[in-house]
Nanobody
């Protein structure tokens, strides 16, 4: 098990940037594949980005490709999500998750943070 705590959300204007962080507890962070999901009001939770635990390969939802960047620092037990060129439709609660392998399906992840709110005004 690993405990996850997100931070970095906020209220920004369209076109602005944010960097979300997810700090993990425990000494096994590097053994987890990490993902970011988001959930907007009255919508299903959706995959945003993932980073492989061993290769560092990254994967993105089509809606954020080219605008968002996921990265990880295993020495700091932290995964990041850089959000650029934000749009109002990016407004959601953003969650980080840890699991054995990358998947776009949330049940594949065993550990979840509490979420951080991102609100983008037009």
């Amino acid at each position: 098990q690993v405990q996850l705590v997100e931070s970095g959300g906020g209220l920004v204007q369209a076109g602005d940037s944010l960097r979300l962080s997810c700090a993990a507890s425990g000494r096994t962070f590097s053994s987890y594949t990490m993902g970011w999901f988001r959930q907007a009001p009255r919508k299903e939770r959706e995959f945003v980005a993932g980073i492989n635990r061993s290769t560092g390969s990254t994967y993105y939802a089509d809606s954020v490709k080219g605008r968002f960047t996921i990265s990880r620092d295993n020495a700091k037990n932290t995964v990041y999500l850089q959000l650029n060129s934000l749009k109002p439709e990016d407004t959601a609660v953003y969650y980080c998750a840890a699991g054995p392998k990358i998947s776009v399906y949330s049940p594949a992840y065993d550990n979840w943070g509490q979420g951080t709110q991102v609100t983008v005004s037009s």
